[in-house]
């Protein structure tokens, strides 16, 4: 099943299908997003019950191309992406467990 999620005030959006997870934007950034198994190894605790694996998002956002700027208008329109950026992260931080839960992912989220 594919979930589409427009990120609000931007032109970003995130895809999430079979626990992948896709970014699309209109600003020039090729950003990933992933949850990570922290434990390497499942294990146990003073009773012998297996804990829940722990994971963490890992979030990345690098330009398409070199940045290089001639003019103020350059910095301006750079400028806007990073407040989608912004916005995109604030989102993404705001919404972590939701999006861990469509994933389809058991465990806990650090």
């Not at 931080?93 to 469509?102: I, Q, T």
């Amino acid at each position: 099943m594919l979930t589409k999620i427009n990120v609000p005030k931007t032109s970003i959006v995130i895809e999430i299908e079979n626990k992948e997870i896709t970014i699309d934007n209109m600003i020039g950034y090729d950003i990933k997003m992933v949850f990570r198994n922290q434990d390497a190894e499942p294990s146990l605790d003073e009773n012998g019950d297996i804990f829940e694996p722990l994971y963490w998002l890992d979030i990345r956002a690098c330009p398409t191309d070199d940045i290089e700027f001639h003019s103020s208008l350059g910095v301006k329109a750079e400028k806007r992406k990073f407040a989608e950026l912004q916005a995109f992260f604030e989102y993404v931080e705001s919404n972590k467990r939701n999006l861990f839960d469509l994933c389809g992912l058991k465990g806990e989220l650090s």
